[in-house]
């Protein structure tokens, strides 16, 4: 591994990089909680990543805590195959459900029973 390189690439992209609160990553994983709930009442595997990075000195030595970046938690539904049908996060403004199914674009959605109607109808193959 090289300066500058990380063990494990995050697959989450867009505003999930961007760092956020303690306090904040704290609300995103109580709202991705609730959408993780009512999933797993209907059979569907899903795991919340939560991603904290730490920069490190040439000896392996932290920095000071303050040096952390939290990243914003992020719900990844996993399919039959085992593979990842959804991605979850929050908006970091809005605090809307961002969903992106099967790597297509963002659908916006406020409440997390329509997103889990939203990720079952594109299991099932029905129209999105």
Do not use: N
Request: charged share 25%; proline share 5%; hydrophobic share 35%.
């Amino acid at each position: 591994m090289t300066l500058g390189q990380t063990a494990i690439e995050p697959h989450t992209r867009g505003h999930e990089d961007e760092e956020v609160s303690d306090a904040t990553a704290e609300k995103h994983d109580k709202a991705l909680a609730c959408v993780q709930r009512l999933l797993s009442v209907r059979g569907v595997r899903s795991y919340v990543l939560h991603t904290v990075t730490l920069k490190l000195f040439g000896d392996g030595r932290p920095y000071p805590l303050e040096q952390r970046r939290r990243l914003a938690p992020e719900l990844t539904v996993i399919g039959s195959q085992g593979w990842c049908d959804a991605t979850v996060s929050v908006g970091p403004r809005s605090g809307c459900y961002l969903v992106s199914l099967d790597g297509r674009g963002l659908e916006t959605l406020r409440e997390p029973q329509r997103v889990v109607d939203l990720i079952l109808a594109s299991r099932s193959g029905r129209p999105v």
